[in-house]
RNA sequence: GGGCGCGUAGCUCAGUUGGAUAGAGCAUCAGCCUUCUAAGCUGAGGGUCGCUGGUUCGAGUCCAGCCGCGCCUACCA
């Protein structure tokens, strides 16, 4: 992994070995030092809880421990002064000047630790028979801005979206135009190009052929008659499909594109089937004894995996089938078959095309089970990564256990299952999109959207309302501008606020979604973060307006000077605050939350809200505090326009 | 029944490996625009951290047992 330059990191690096080697030559002791953040910032930048540790094996009252180790430690490049505080903390406080000077002039020798290997995430991964709805988008949102962080720390990540192009989804779909409207693939071509976008009045389609079903169980003979269509890889059925799931990825990775989620390639499970994916994994299992043919009870005549291999106490569980009595793979079958591709232990590759350019150059790559020249070597992982919400646990567990059963025990170790809760519908949404309730359902805190019953809220129609609440402000507020120039910053606001809204909670919790609360652009929201930076902005546009250029302030400040600025307790804070973005990606990292990253976005931009209102930069008269201040201006600006990079939220002109 | 998760302010949620006075946002109330944009700032009120026990110098956090809620537990994906 490559770290850029941290200085709160070395300086805590420096800590942690002083106190250790401290702790070794005076006591003896070889315990874990650890740092904690001060609970107030008045108690200084670290706090050093050691006295605690060693209270019991030395006998003696923390307090008396944590006096002892201040006064005997000695000096700590960086450190102004140790205090001791509350039961037997010792306190750190900074050498601001010292801290300051490494922020403005980062020392060359940056860290550096190689990378371990290519980390695959895999996200989005909608099936491709109708439009996508709010739980993709987190699904989409949390890949991306996780991706996102890796890259920033240097990780070589390859971003996959899999596409089910094959399944029961899609094949419901074709139900719906072949047997239920008697439509010809040229007809479904003529719809594809028509003026209602098709992967709505797919989603409507499939939720009228998911009721027929219902009311007709005869008709289910339709679906296995297509899927079975759809595998033999002819016919016009077939290509209704494919005509079908190509128009809806098109679609989809359009909605995607405009909350700025890209990806490196598309493997699709039509590939996986003709190129025989399956059959070589199959052949592994067996030869491996990793799955069985059920010669009794309900499960007879299916290849199943037992559940001892995924549940620790499975005696009670029932095994799970791989292979159907009828000799058909399950989708559970093929993701193992997926996985062990992603790891390189397969033996097999796809080929590959080139599907579209994104408007910034970059190539998006899928699958094709023809040769097809040059591409990436895509694939071969060292780590991967698969955003998948949290109903589908069990399932990732057992190709976790596939990889295992197999002796692939390190790829199943670094097979981890990214996992999120559901976004469900508040009560009152649902009641806004004129779904009934039933009594039951009034009482619950949310409710699951389907879209096999097509109740649910369209990613592109949230999308559409949230530029044109967006718009109704920008427009209030900048009159001058033209309406393009308005739509496209009403544009940028309403992706920050979708954006922020899908990572402000965390992944275990499920987001009951509330039209008032995701439109809302005050308070904790993008917006809020978006208007900071161009504050920050508009400080530095003003002064070159006035003909004034921002100061090389490398050449102009030197460490006195900031230490003389910074003996102000809240200019220091703010500098502090500022200079931990390397600190919370590499904290959100290590959690594997990028809402920790979210959270603190939201706190940078209060920092600097706070800055912006306690210090009137430009009306500054004392000529060293000025620039000291317009370089605070432009390192928050600098810092907010990293995190938000990394957010995958741009930061408009002007707001 | 089993697996996973959740329960913290009126509402929606944070709370790092146990640590100092449990925090935000929204909502409510009271203030702040002739000054770099008020999508902002300042202040106030608001808590039995689901319950009971345990571990220890110390528990919202760890352990056990309960209670309530959700998801999963398909020859669907």
New binding site residues.
């Given amino acids: 992994m490559l770290y850029w330059y941290l200085v709160f990191n070395l300086i805590e690096k420096r800590i942690l070995s002083a106190v250790s080697a401290h702790l070794q030559a005076r006591y003896g002791s070889d315990l874990a030092v650890?740092?904690?953040?001060?609970?107030?910032a008045?108690?200084?930048e670290l706090?050093i809880?050691a006295a605690?540790?060693l209270?019991?094996s030395l006998r003696k009252a923390?307090r008396a421990i944590a006096a002892e180790i201040a006064a005997e430690i000695g000096a700590i490049e960086g450190v102004a002064g140790l205090e001791i505080?509350?039961?037997?903390?010792i306190?750190v406080r900074f050498d601001r000047g010292v801290y300051a000077d490494g922020l403005l002039r980062p020392p060359a020798n940056a860290a550096v630790e190689q990378d371990s290997g290519k980390t695959i995430v895999e996200h989005t991964n909608i099936?491709p028979n109708k439009a996508a709805h709010i739980g993709h988008l987190r699904n989409a949102v949390l890949g991306d801005t996780f991706v996102r962080m890796l890259r920033a720390a240097g990780h070589d990540v390859e971003v996959q979206n899999y596409i089910?192009n094959t399944?029961?989804?899609v094949a419901d779909v074709v139900v719906g135009f072949h047997y239920l409207e008697h439509k010809t693939p040229a007809e479904v071509e003529a719809l594809i190009n028509a003026a209602q976008p098709f992967d709505f009045l797919c989603w409507d389609l499939y939720a009228r052929t998911s009721s027929y079903y219902k009311d007709n169980k005869d008709a289910l003979a339709w679906r296995s008659e297509t899927l079975h269509a759809i595998e033999s890889g002819t016919g016009e059925v077939c290509d209704l499909a494919h005509l079908v799931a190509d128009a809806i990825v098109e679609r989809h990775l359009k909605t995607m594109l405009r909350l700025n989620v890209m990806y490196d390639v598309l493997p699709r499970?039509s590939e996986i089937l003709h190129l025989q994916f399956w059959a070589t994994a199959f052949e592994l299992l067996k030869q491996r004894k990793a799955i069985y043919l059920?010669t009794e009870g309900?499960?007879?005549?299916?290849w199943v995996m037992p559940a001892e291999a995924f549940?620790?106490?499975g005696g009670?569980?029932?095994s799970?089938?791989i292979v159907?009595?009828?000799g058909?793979?399950?989708?559970?079958g093929?993701d193992i078959a997926y996985q062990l591709w992603k790891f390189g232990l397969l033996g097999k590759d796809f080929y590959y095309r080139i599907l579209q350019t994104y408007p910034n150059g970059h190539k998006l790559w899928v699958s094709t089970d023809q040769p097809s020249g040059d591409s990436p070597a895509f694939g071969k992982a060292a780590r991967v990564y698969n955003v998948i919400?949290?109903?589908?646990?069990?399932?990732q567990?057992v190709v976790v256990a596939g990889l295992r059963a197999l002796g692939f025990e390190d790829q199943a170790e670094r097979s981890i299952h990214f996992?999120y809760?559901?976004v469900?519908l508040?009560p009152r949404t649902c009641v806004q999109l004129g779904i009934e309730l039933s009594e039951e359902d009034k009482k619950?805190?949310?409710i699951?959207v389907s879209g096999r019953k097509g109740l649910g809220v369209k990613a592109d129609d949230l999308i559409d309302k949230l530029i044109e609440t967006?718009l109704v402000?920008?427009e209030s507020?900048?009159a001058d501008a033209t309406p393009e120039e308005c739509r496209a910053?009403?544009q940028q606001?309403a992706i920050g606020?979708l954006r922020y809204f899908m990572l402000?909670?965390?992944?275990?919790?499920?987001?009951?979604f509330?039209f008032?609360?995701a439109l809302?652009?005050?308070?904790?929201?993008g917006?809020?973060v978006?208007?900071?930076t161009?504050?920050a902005r508009?400080?530095i546009?003003?002064l070159e307006a006035r003909g004034e250029k921002l100061p090389d302030f490398a050449n102009v400040l030197d460490k006195a000077a900031m230490a003389r600025q910074l003996e102000s307790e809240d200019a220091w804070q703010l500098l502090l605050a500022a200079s931990k973005t390397d600190l919370a990606i590499e904290?959100a990292i290590v959690?594997g939350?990028p809402?920790?990253l979210a959270?603190y976005a939201?706190?940078l931009?209060?920092a600097f809200?706070?800055?912006?209102?306690?210090?009137?930069?430009?009306?500054e008269e004392n000529p060293e505090k000025r620039t000291f201040l317009l370089w605070m201006?432009d390192y928050f600006r600098s810092q907010l326009e990293c995190t938000l990079g990394v957010l995958g939220i741009e930061a408009?002109?002007?707001?």
């Fill in positions: 650890v740092l904690e953040q001060p609970k107030q008045s108690f200084g706090a809880p605690f540790q209270a019991k923390p505080a509350g039961n037997g903390y306190n099936n089910d399944g029961v989804q499970e059920e309900k499960n007879k005549g299916c549940n620790d106490n009670e569980e029932d799970k089938v159907r009595s009828n058909t793979v399950t989708y559970v093929k919400d949290s109903r589908q646990s069990y399932l567990d996992s809760e559901m469900a508040s619950r805190p949310y699951e967006a402000e920008v507020r900048h910053v009403a606001i606020a402000k909670f965390t992944r275990n919790s499920v987001i009951a509330d008032q609360e809302s652009f005050e308070g904790e929201t917006p809020y978006q208007y900071a161009v504050r508009n400080i546009q003003k904290r959690s939350d809402a920790h959270k939201f706190q931009a209060q809200n706070n800055f912006y209102h306690e210090y009137h930069v430009l009306n201006t408009p002109p002007y707001m």
